[in-house]
């Protein structure tokens, strides 16, 4: 413990221990707060300095030969350190090095200040280090060293890192920006500062307190470091994602004081020449910008060739959020090609809806104009099919058969045209009345018989349990009824059935008609409900129709408040269910409805 002693009564190592005190809270805070390339090297660059300061303040109070010695050879362990640990930091922050994390890097890093202190600490046997003329001179209180050449092999490979670690300050100063160069300066003050203190000290014998003045130099250059880099943004990632941000931005950002004076601009600001090329406008813009906020509307900006919307966000003073105002931030949102767009837009739409009229005046006038001389030859073509007009041989009897078919599908399709045209413009007004459900499908049955006959379809009807009475129109039901049955038999095989049904559900009623087809694949009830859309039969080709029958079935059904919806099998055919809300009704309704 005599090595120990009067440590507490010497003012070197109070002052050495007032610093060791600084660089420990500095290396904890930097390491608690700040994220950095290379933190590990730094933290160990604090570490080694703090033992070379513990050993410099031991030395310098102790008075005997043996203790100083001692101390004087603890250091090498920081003194070896701190270079390498320093170059590792320097490497690593300024080039992101990958290197250095390597095991060799790594093993290096451990077993060179190892190496270099345990030749000190064995400098008793061979005197590499220290010479045998080290001693402490009459009317002195500390060692005069006497260096070996193994001092100045140990030096010699520490200033390689050091050297190093200038070469690698240089690349990077001659690559960076200009905002990072005082960063560079200052590693590259604080890797040669120490440097040039050592040197002095070997060569010159200069000292600080009698003792190496390297440990105070790199500790002041390294507290002074940890200071700028706390304050200086060169390597934040958010103050540089935050510059990149505002720069990139491909809107004109204007910041400007109380004054109305721009204070900064980003580059597509700049760009647009908006500090100074866009006269009358900024200024006026700037002069009422304290009553305006982000929610006002505020009127677009004509300002050369392009038309912008300025969006205006208040900077607040951190100080009095609730009053004060540091100033404004304006963002130019370029709507020229929104503007364009959208006037490109109002005339195609003008263009489309006046196509639109033409083309319902169109369908409407030829619609008309086909139903008159439609309905006098279906009436010429029946009253000679009748026998009235005299009795017909067999083949003319055929031909005219086929032009009353084709008449009667073609009166058909017309009107489907012109009902689909009413819907369309929201002119179809329907009846609200009670209807039974199971009467209409009875006619239907009835008066599609000929048209199954000619296919070789067989009608069938189940047995209605109960009455089903639903409220609508009447006429628009049984079109809807009359669609769906003349749909089953098109597309059913020869010899199928065509089922009929009703059922009672709850208050719901559903009408099903049933097919034997060939089936509707999934997904197709876009096609099946489009207009003007048929789903291609593939054994009985192109099925003759408008494509508009089960479009205007289910607008029709949507619009009494019921739907319809299908349930199909390939192979075996196909289900279409309408449904409508049950009406209720008492017995004395019941019977005349009936009747």
Not at 63 to 87: D, E, K, R, T, Y
Not at 91 to 103: E, G, I, K, L, Q
Not at 307 to 330: C, F, M, T
Request: with cysteine; proline share 3%.
């Amino acid at each position: 413990m005599t090595c120990f002693a009067g440590a507490l009564a010497d003012p070197v190592f109070f002052v050495a221990t007032g610093i060791i005190a600084l660089a420990a809270f500095t290396m904890l805070w930097m390491l608690i707060t700040q994220k950095f390339n290379g933190k590990v090297f730094y933290a160990l660059t604090f570490i080694g300095i703090i033992w070379m300061l513990l050993s410099v303040g031991f030395e310098a109070a102790s008075s005997s030969f043996s203790c100083q010695l001692q101390w004087a050879i603890m250091a090498w362990l920081g003194n070896a350190l701190v270079p390498l640990a320093w170059c590792y930091f320097v490497v690593s922050y300024v080039d992101n090095a990958s290197w250095v994390h390597t095991r060799i890097a790594r093993a290096t890093l451990i077993a060179l200040p190892v190496g270099i202190f345990a030749l000190a600490a064995t400098n008793q046997w061979h005197n590499l280090v220290y010479t045998e003329a080290t001693v402490i001179q009459a009317g002195s209180d500390h060692i005069n060293y006497v260096h070996g050449p193994g001092f100045y092999a140990i030096v010699a490979i520490l200033y390689s890192f050091v050297l190093v670690t200038l070469v690698r300050l240089a690349k990077a100063f001659a690559r960076a920006k200009r905002a990072a160069w005082p960063l560079v300066t200052m590693l590259a003050v604080i890797t040669v500062t120490p440097l040039a203190a050592n040197a002095a000290y070997v060569g010159l014998g200069f000292t600080v307190f009698g003792l190496d003045p390297t440990a105070f130099m790199f500790t002041l250059g390294v507290l002074a470091f940890s200071w700028l880099l706390v304050t200086n943004k060169t390597m934040d990632m958010a103050s540089i994602g935050q510059s990149v941000l505002f720069n990139t931005m491909s809107e004109p950002v204007v910041l400007i004081d109380k004054q109305r004076d721009i204070v900064l601009m980003n580059t597509a600001a700049k760009s647009r020449n908006l500090d100074n090329g866009a006269g009358h406008v900024l200024h006026d813009l700037f002069a009422n910008v304290e009553h305006l906020t982000t929610s006002d509307s505020v009127a677009q900006l004509r300002i050369g060739q392009r038309d912008y919307e300025p969006r205006i966000q208040k900077i607040e003073s951190p100080l009095n959020p609730s009053e004060a105002v540091l100033g404004w931030s304006i963002t130019f949102v370029d709507i020229t090609d929104r503007i364009a767009i959208h006037t490109s837009l109002e005339d195609a739409l003008e263009k489309a809806n006046h196509a639109n009229r033409a083309k319902d005046e169109f369908v409407s006038v030829v619609s008309h104009e086909m139903r008159t001389p439609l309905t006098s030859l279906r009436g010429g073509l029946e009253l000679a099919l009748s026998g009235r007009l005299g009795e017909l041989s067999g083949p003319v009897q055929s031909l005219l058969e086929i032009a009353h078919r084709n008449g009667v599908r073609l009166s058909r399709m017309i009107d489907h045209i012109l009902l689909a045209q009413k819907m369309d413009i929201g002119a179809l007004s329907l009846e609200c009345e009670a209807v039974d459900l199971d009467r209409l499908l009875d006619e239907s049955l009835q008066e599609n018989k000929l048209f199954a006959a000619e296919r070789g379809i067989h009608l069938v009807k189940a047995q209605t349990e109960q009455p089903a009475f639903v409220s609508g129109d009447a006429f628009a039901i049984r079109q809807i009824i009359d669609n769906l049955l003349s749909n089953a038999i098109k597309f059913s095989r020869k010899d199928g059935v065509v089922e009929g049904a009703i059922h009672v559900t709850g208050r719901n009623v559903r009408l099903s008609i049933k097919d034997t087809g060939q089936g509707i694949p999934e997904g197709m009830e876009k096609q099946v409900f489009g207009r003007f859309e048929q789903v291609a039969n593939s054994e009985q080709g192109s099925t003759q129709g408008s494509g508009l029958g089960l479009h205007i079935s289910k607008q029709l059904a949507q619009q009494m408040r019921g739907d319809i919806y299908y349930e199909s099998q390939i192979g075996t055919g196909t289900t279409f269910n309408v449904e409508f809300a049950l009406l209720e009704q008492n017995a004395d309704d019941t019977e005349r409805l009936a009747g």
